[in-house]
């Protein structure tokens, strides 16, 4: 019986995925590191100037799972009157492919642009959608790898 050579690269990933699931992510408890970004419009965001409140930080794609998520992060926003914010990160479409998505799923928080991925590598980010939970100063508070079904401590808050 002859096995199919790409079974190696199957089982690779699908490994990667269940321990990038089931462990603690590296920056858990970590301070979050800085950087700068630019929104839809262009304009340059610093990380830190964002974190006014306990903030969900989303690093998100075209996905089924991204988009299935991202309005539960914005209801959790509006939800919480002030007390919790939320920034999305895309560094895989384009432009105007964000500012569609973002517009189509009613994202109202800041979504920045990632084409470097210098944040997705500062944040050690594997897969999307990766989302931070930080408050203010920087603190990450949790992590969540892949579909969060948002019972994390933010819907607590």
Request: hydrophobic letters at 45%.
């Amino acid at each position: 019986m002859r096995l199919d050579p790409r079974l190696p690269i199957l089982l690779v990933l699908l490994l990667g995925a269940d321990l990038a699931c089931s462990s603690r992510h590296p920056l858990e408890g970590a301070r979050a590191p800085e950087v700068e970004l630019p929104d839809l419009a262009g304009q340059r965001h610093s990380l830190a100037g964002l974190l006014t409140v306990t903030t969900v930080l989303t690093f998100w794609t075209d996905c089924i799972v991204c988009r299935s998520e991202l309005p539960l992060v914005a209801s959790a926003v509006r939800q919480s009157k002030g007390k919790l914010g939320a920034v999305g990160i895309n560094s895989r479409e384009t432009p105007e492919q964000v500012r569609a998505m973002a517009d189509q799923l009613g994202l109202d928080f800041p979504v920045l642009l990632d084409r470097g991925q210098q944040a997705e590598t500062s944040y050690q980010v594997v897969t999307a959608p990766t989302a931070f939970l930080i408050e203010p100063p920087g603190q990450i508070l949790e992590v969540q790898v892949g579909r969060a079904g948002y019972d994390l401590a933010w819907r607590r808050r």
